[in-house]
């Protein structure tokens, strides 16, 4: 075998950190829906989000700019992870006896153990920068609540996180990391904000979804002038941020001497699936290559598959503007599913107008065929992968699986966002054979989509 034919780790030298984010959305054939006030139902103005984020990411989420500089302070973080390398999974090719191709691009090397440090730096950055003493946020599995509080602890900024209540019990470990870096955790709902108390009070036992946590932390920093609100998926300029996987992605692709047929990635908000995808997608549509971009997502929160494309609120309790995307309903609650990070009520406006429009496919698996990729992962790459990100690996198998039966050498690239190490008791459960899979809940689905909000705007 040649040497560069058993190459298995494709990686760039810090040199090649992207120096600036990559923005999709002057390349997309129409213009993304606006924004609109809960209140007025018109266009959102940059005053009407001040109090929630520093203007220069207000500024990132509306930018027409084809790409962003990344600041030296925030590159130089970076550096402490990126590039993350892009393996060829040659075990898993082999125990599949695929004739496809099968790459990964791993966000688990980072220090938080996922994709989330890649905005995280970021948006703590920017806040320090406008004098803002404290963040606050939601979190599901706590992959971005821990990557938020590093992110705080290297600008000395403090951190208040609103975890969803069913992945603080489930998941002791990460709520520890979030307490190690610094900062605060609270089970959502909690007692602490009326968002929470509303919740309580309607179901006292409530496991709490990512769009209740929200509904807290947007209420919180909305309600106290010194702290500012972040977000860790959906939004444009969390998008931009995770475009630094994709770009180093398409270099190492290109060194590995190939380009992608496939490219897969987990969808919870959307931001790691965009940070891969986005990159290709700009290629596909300014280029026209025929890449087939997969979003994946869970049955039991179904967003992009059974969802409607529709104006909603980002959060339960109503607090946030309005945009325009795949939802289930704001006001539902989806099983306590394992992959904590999956469980949204919505997903990225700008990756739901790319599902729409029919540049990206989207698929949906139930927990255990998940679960069964994953462990097929590790017994032959070796890396535990997190339940969120096994959503990417299910499909892959399967898209390498087809490649067989038709005798195509398809290359499938897909993202690797985060390692399990914190999810064992998922894995234990799984082992046990205790997993339950989650059958689609169209009666909740649709008593939630009776209550989505009236707007004037379709466009
Ligand atoms: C490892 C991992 N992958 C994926 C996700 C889903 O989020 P997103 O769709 O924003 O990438 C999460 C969310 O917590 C996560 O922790």
Redesign the pocket.
Do not use: I, P, R
């Given at each position: 075998m040649a040497e560069s034919d058993a190459q298995t780790k494709i990686q760039l030298d810090e040199r090649d950190i992207p120096t600036h984010w990559y923005n999709l959305v002057p390349d997309l054939p129409h213009p993304p829906a606006p924004v609109l006030h809960p209140g007025t139902g018109q266009p959102v103005g940059p005053a009407d989000l001040a109090p929630l984020f520093p203007m220069a990411l207000i500024g990132q989420e509306v930018s027409q700019e084809k790409t962003i500089e990344i600041p030296d302070e925030v590159r130089d973080i970076y550096r402490l992870w990126r590039p993350t390398p892009v393996f060829r999974a040659r075990r898993l090719e082999k125990a599949l006896d695929t004739t496809a191709h099968i790459y990964y691009k791993y966000e688990g090397v980072s220090p938080a153990g996922?994709?989330?440090p890649n905005t995280a730096v970021a948006q703590a950055y920017y806040n320090k920068a406008e004098g803002i003493r404290r963040l606050t946020t939601e979190?599901?599995?706590g992959?971005?609540g821990s990557a938020l509080a590093f992110a705080c602890a290297l600008f000395k900024l403090e951190c208040t996180v609103y975890m969803v209540s069913a992945s603080y019990h489930q998941k002791p470990y990460r709520r520890s990391m979030i307490q190690l870096y610094g900062a605060e955790v609270f089970p959502s709902p909690s007692p602490r904000t009326q968002s929470g108390q509303k919740v309580l009070a309607g179901d006292p036992n409530s496991p709490g979804s990512l769009g209740i946590a929200i509904s807290e932390a947007v209420e919180d920093a909305a309600t106290h002038d010194d702290a500012h609100y972040s977000l860790?998926?959906?939004l444009n300029h969390v998008l931009l941020h995770q475009s630094v996987i994709g770009q180093e992605a398409l270099k190492q692709m290109d060194a590995a001497g190939e380009y992608p047929d496939v490219v897969i990635g987990?969808?919870?908000?959307?931001?790691?699936?965009a940070g891969l995808a986005f990159p290709f997608v700009g290629e596909k549509l300014r280029q026209g290559k025929r890449t087939r971009i997969i979003a994946v997502e869970p049955e039991a929160c179904p967003t992009l598959t059974k969802g409607t494309y529709a104006y909603d609120f980002g959060d339960t309790v109503g607090l946030t503007p309005l945009v325009k995307m795949h939802t289930l309903g704001h006001s539902f609650v989806p099983p306590a599913i394992h992959a904590?990070?999956?469980r949204y009520h919505g997903a990225a406006p700008l990756l739901s107008q790319l599902v729409d429009e029919g540049t990206v496919e989207a698929v949906a698996y139930p927990q255990n065929g998940v679960f069964d990729a994953a462990i097929q992962f590790a017994r032959t790459e070796g890396i535990v992968p997190?339940p969120?990100?096994a959503h990417a690996i299910r499909a892959t198998i399967d898209e390498a699986m087809r490649a067989r039966e038709a005798g195509e050498r398809r290359v499938i690239l897909f993202n690797l966002?985060?390692h399990g190490h914190f999810d064992m008791g998922a894995y234990d459960a799984y082992l046990a054979g205790a997993l339950q899979d989650y059958a689609y809940p169209s009666e909740a689905i649709l008593r939630a989509l009776t209550e989505l909000p009236q707007v004037a705007v379709t466009a």
């Open positions: 996922s994709h989330k979190t599901g599995a992959q971005w860790g998926s959906v987990c969808v919870g908000g959307g931001s790691n699936f904590g990070g999956l997190a969120e990100s966002s985060g």
